[in-house]
């Protein structure tokens, strides 16, 4: 059993001990499997068998195992581990815990990542950052889904080097057959996720066999103990012979005499000279040096946090990413990807979110589901929508390019998270897979006439009006109403009703969350192409979730987009029920229905607030072509009232 070396007495001696600590290597690893394998009564005992408990740790955990133990009078280690309270009533990890132990010959971070299924995406975390994972199976149970799934994920982080701890060898008699069963169970298992080191052990947690020594129980077994494989194995990759990459995450301006850009190098090597590029911009420039904290490099590579000065005053800012020159980074607004859906909530494509990749978050959705896969057999299957822990490869489109490279070339620029709009929670892990369209290929082409020539000319400014609200809440009402008072007022307008729509551009979509998603998308970029041809544009739908609004609202320039909240109860809508809709719903004749059982999320901050219970649709019409004229969309001394009567028979008509 190795000890680690005691720290020396004097001051000499004491930094010659840091500089060799700092000069071992650092492994980042985790634990992971299903509930009940072990995951934390392993580190516990690695812990304590390399002597690196302190005293009052120790006696803290002999007190806390005799009131939250499980293993009768012994020491319980995973309550070293398990530190919340629930954790220790339940007997299960919830978060992941991260521990910090040395020995003579390597330094550790230990992750320690729960079994549960509900708490996936916190595996997930832990992954994200490890280079080595630790896949505990029961020997009692053998291979389960949350084995595989967990491996999985380990996969798709990023990890290449596994560790397959058969545990609790105690409990089937350290038998020799059973380890070789599983053995060969896991590693046909995981054959097709492209692990490129897998050592299987056979070791007994609780009573520490082969955790840190062989002890005598399994004499057949003449491999290594988990600790002497984990001191050294070798889990380097080859990130320093790849193209120079590097996402910027600072712009470092300490005076007028210098600027930077600070970044970790997330691959190859750069040096003084070299020329690099700038994506997804595309400028170019020479590196004049090439700075650290205590340090001026001629050269750094890859994991080596730096700050590079250009011969050049080029636009760099945080997110942009600098590559070789030679050999540029490839910039893409679509792309193909394995995801793994962590939200409680479905995923439904379309519906719009965050996606952090490198340092860079831009807004964009998943556009298609290609297929979901099975995590017992690996085999695909089509998929409308995601649930929590699914696992699929996905089509993604995003608003804005961003520097990308597949993940099996680059982990940094080819892994990324979804971020829910509204509660900024991560629903989903990613690995770029191919980069499905490079988006200097399309570009927006500009006219000679602008939206701004087009307002001009109608001598007004365009805006989309969103009304949102219940079925039956007064929506088309109101929309009327105002385009009938905006035309008198000889104002160039349109109305975009959910209802008309869907007798044409979306007359292939139904009601279900995923067809209601798509409605809104394409209403919102029908709505874009109004704007832009300079029209005051009242968009009336129900759009009952907050973030598809989100999203319309984020596809138009600042203030060329209002929502509007026509405030109605769901008890009046009922009374009123113009469509006979309600009823239909409530007698189970119509699924889906907004506000019966389907959810209505009202905005939390619209632009105008519209209640039709405490003024008519008249009064609340005027009072939003009064908006209008406050917030300086149109003059009504710019154009003359059209009193003939061809308008107003047009215009009553409406």
């Not at 580190?43 to 005293?55: A, E, H, Q, T």
């Not at 113009?578 to 009823?583: A, D, E, Q, R």
């Not at 039709?612 to 917030?631: F, G, I, K, N």
Request: aromatic share 8%.
């Amino acid at each position: 059993m190795p000890d680690l070396e005691p720290p020396p007495a004097n001051n000499a001696a004491l930094v010659d001990f840091l500089l060799r600590q700092r000069r071992i290597g650092l492994l980042r690893f985790l634990t992971c499997g299903s509930v009940d394998d072990g995951k934390s009564t392993l580190i516990g005992r690695l812990l304590y068998d390399s002597k690196l408990i302190f005293d009052d740790h120790l006696a803290a955990l002999e007190r806390d195992s005799r009131k939250h133990g499980t293993v009768g009078e012994d020491i319980d280690f995973a309550l070293l581990m398990d530190g919340l309270e629930a954790e220790r009533e339940q007997g299960i990890t919830i978060d992941v815990a991260y521990r910090f132990f040395t020995t003579d010959r390597r330094r550790f971070i230990v992750a320690d990542t729960p079994g549960h299924e509900q708490y996936t995406r916190n595996m997930a975390t832990g992954a994200s950052n490890a280079e080595l994972a630790v896949v505990l199976v029961d020997a009692r149970n053998g291979v389960l889904t949350q084995t595989r799934r967990h491996s999985f994920i380990a996969a798709l982080m990023g990890i290449r080097t596994v560790v397959l701890a058969v545990n609790k060898m105690d409990l089937v008699g350290f038998d020799q057959a059973r380890f070789a069963a599983i053995r060969d169970d896991y590693a046909h298992a995981v054959r097709e996720l492209g692990f490129r080191s897998l050592v299987s052990i056979p070791i007994s947690a609780r009573f520490g066999d082969n955790v840190t020594a062989a002890g005598t129980r399994m004499p057949w077994y003449e491999g290594p103990t988990l600790l002497s494989h984990l001191e050294t194995v070798d889990v380097s990759a080859e990130a320093t012979e790849q193209p120079f990459r590097m996402p910027v995450q600072w712009v470092n301006r300490p005076n007028l005499d210098f600027r930077g850009y600070s970044g970790t190098i997330a691959a190859g090597r750069v040096k003084v000279g070299d020329r690099v590029a700038v994506a997804p911009a595309g400028n170019a420039s020479t590196v004049t040096s090439i700075v650290t904290m205590d340090a001026t490099l001629d050269e750094a590579v890859a994991g080596e946090a730096v700050t590079l000065a250009l011969a050049d005053q080029i636009d760099i800012s945080r997110g942009d990413v600098l590559a070789a020159a030679d050999k540029p980074v490839a910039v893409a607004d679509k792309f193909d990807a394995e995801v793994v859906w962590l939200n409680e909530q479905p995923l439904f494509p379309g519906r719009s979110y965050l996606f952090k990749l490198g340092t860079r978050t831009v807004s964009g959705s998943i556009t298609r589901i290609l297929y979901r896969i099975d995590v017992n057999t690996y085999a695909h299957a089509s998929a409308g929508t995601l649930g929590v822990n699914d696992v699929a490869k996905v089509s993604i489109s995003l608003a804005a390019p961003l520097a990308m490279e597949r993940f099996c070339d680059n982990h940094t620029l080819g892994g990324f998270i979804a971020i829910d709009r509204l509660s900024h929670a991560t629903v989903a892990v990613g690995r770029v897979d191919m980069l499905a369209h490079v988006s200097n290929n399309i570009v927006w082409h500009a006219m000679g006439v602008d939206k701004r020539a087009r307002a001009v000319a109608m001598g007004q400014r365009p805006v989309v009006l969103w009304l949102t609200g219940l079925s039956g809440a007064g929506k088309s009402t109101i929309a009327g109403l105002v385009e009938t008072r905006l035309h008198a007022l000889g104002r160039h307008t349109y109305v975009l009703d959910g209802d008309n729509l869907r007798h044409g551009l979306n007359r292939d979509l139904g009601f279900s969350e995923v067809d209601r998603v798509e409605n809104i998308r394409r209403a919102a970029e029908t709505a874009r192409l109004m704007a832009d041809a300079g029209l005051i544009v009242l968009a009336s739908f129900i759009s009952p979730y907050r973030s598809d609004r989100e999203f319309a609202r984020e596809r138009f320039d600042p203030g060329d987009f209002l929502e509007v909240f026509i405030d109605t109860p769901i008890e009046e809508c009922r009374r009123r029920d113009p469509k006979g809709l309600y009823k239909r719903a409530d007698a189970g004749l119509i699924r889906n229905f907004t506000g019966v059982d389907a959810p209505y999320e009202p905005p939390l901050s619209p632009d105008l607030v519209l209640a039709t219970t405490t003024s008519s649709a008249e009064t609340l019409a005027e009072r939003v072509v009064e908006e209008l004229h406050a917030r300086g969309y149109f003059d009504p001394d710019t154009a003359a009232p059209r009193g003939d009567s061809e308008s107003e028979s047009g215009a009553g008509k409406r």
